[in-house]
Every structure is written in C-alpha cells, then in structure tokens.
C-alpha cells in the first residue's frame, strides 16, 4: 500500500514563506513525475507544479519567480514558496506517479492547508 503525506502549511502573513513537504511512502518501486495543486474555496484546482524524474520542472504562471519545486532521492517532494500573497490561499495537494506491485497509479495525498493573511 502506498501513502503520500503532505506537511508544512500553516498560516504566515503576505511577503512571508512556507516550505511545504509531500512523503510517499510503502511498496514503492519507483516514482514518476510528482506534482503540487491546489485548490481555493469556489474556485477550480490548479496545478501549482511538478518535477519529473529527471528533474524537469514546470510552474503556473501565477508562481514562475516565487515557488521553487524539488525532489530527493527518498521518496519526498517539496515546495518552497516564498513571496507569499492573499490570493496563494488554497489547500495544496501532492500527487505521484508511482511504480508498486507492477502498476502505474497516481496517490493523492490528503492536503495542507496554507493560508496567507495579515
């Protein structure tokens, strides 16, 4: 069984930062491409970022210069966010592309919140 575990958010005030952490853990044989969403209250799910295997990474435009995605050799993701604003309120989520028992699935993890307020 695999879990991906999100930890890291909290509430800090507009121009401040967070770090956020994504752990897979479990039956893992290898681990594809990881991701960060996120998702405001009413509003749609946006991919924030992801890093491949080979480190290849890609931002939403709304974080290109602030958010900064990397990966280690043990199963964990992170997100540092710097230059935090109002509107990057949102519960982020993990996901992954993990190799166990043979398969490709994509784990959701159960989210962080981050809240951005003075």
């Known amino acids: 069984q695999v879990q991906v575990v999100e930890s890291g958010g909290g509430l800090v005030q507009p121009g401040g930062s967070l770090r956020l952490s994504c752990a897979a853990s479990?039956?893992?044989?290898?681990?594809?491409?990881m991701a960060w969403y996120r998702q405001a209250p009413g509003k749609a799910r946006e991919l924030v970022a992801k890093?491949?295997?080979?480190?290849?990474t890609n931002y939403a435009d709304s974080v290109k210069g602030r958010f900064t995605i990397s990966r280690d050799n043990a199963n964990t993701m992170y997100l540092q966010m710097n230059s935090l604003k109002p509107e990057d309120t949102a519960v982020y989520h993990c996901?992954?592309?993990?190799?166990?028992?043979?398969?490709?699935?994509?784990?959701w993890g159960q989210g962080t919140q981050v809240t951005v307020s003075s």
């Open positions: 996901d992954a592309e993990v190799l166990a028992g043979g398969t490709w699935l994509n784990y």
């Open positions: 479990g039956s893992i044989f290898s681990i594809g491409t």
């Open positions: 890093i491949t295997s080979g480190g290849l």
